[in-house]
T-cell receptor, first 109, second 115 residues
């Protein structure tokens, strides 16, 4: 059973476009994390959202935690080729990180 | 300290051979984790250590897999009698307990190909 459902699985868009990817669950979380993983590398933490309804911004990336703390979204404004990668949402439980399957994003120059 | 180091970065082995991977965590981190990632999937938890004690093993970790962290510093993951299904990226991560935001730092992984 996949506790975190990420959508879409794949997304390929032109440089300069905006996009949103989603992380959904039927479970309630105390926090959710977003990681970016580039090919051949390990995941790198982007942000942790903790409070329901919270919005965090990291340059052109905007992260939102759902009011009910069951879901989260990542919005990228004016995507650039450097944004290409696998975006993973994750939660921490029982002393370990549990990941979703990720959204593979490809930004075309 | 340059982060979490994993060696080798790539390993190609024939089915049935044994392989061993090494992970050097960030020196002050007492927790060390191993994950496996196959194509199209997020990383899946295998096992973790607090200092030298192995505290949890996933059901994914069959009898052919063994991990050690003998002195509470580096760790090794050994796979015996490799199978094609073992082909994956093996990731190591470390952190300190009590870190706000959980502070996991991942290595670059070892990509295993079993032929």
């Amino acid at each position: 059973t996949q506790l975190l459902e990420q959508s879409p699985q794949f997304l390929s868009i032109q440089e300069g476009e905006n996009l949103t990817v989603y992380c959904n669950s039927s479970s309630v979380f105390s926090s959710l994390q977003w990681y970016r993983q580039e090919p051949g590398e390990g995941p790198v933490l982007l942000v942790t959202v903790v409070t329901g309804g919270e919005v965090k911004k990291l340059k052109r990336l905007t992260f939102q935690f759902g009011d009910a703390r069951k879901d989260s979204s990542l919005h990228i404004t004016a995507a650039q080729p450097g944004d290409t990668g696998l975006y993973l949402c994750a939660f921490h439980r029982d002393d370990k990180i549990i990941f979703g399957k990720g959204t593979r994003l490809h930004i075309l120059p | 300290d340059t982060g979490v180091s994993q060696d080798p970065r790539h390993k190609i082995t024939k089915r049935g051979q044994n392989v061993t991977f090494r992970c050097d965590p960030i020196s002050e981190h007492n927790r060390l984790y191993w994950y496996r990632q196959t194509l199209g999937q997020g990383p899946e938890f295998l096992t973790y250590f607090q200092n030298e004690a192995q505290l949890e093993k996933s059901r994914l970790l069959s009898d052919r897999f063994s991990a050690e962290r003998p002195k509470g510093s580096f760790s090794t993951l050994e796979i015996q009698r490799t199978e094609q299904g073992d082909s994956a990226m093996y990731l190591c991560a470390s952190r300190t307990t009590g870190t706000r935001g959980y502070g996991y730092t991942f290595g670059s992984g070892t990509r295993l190909t079993v032929v």
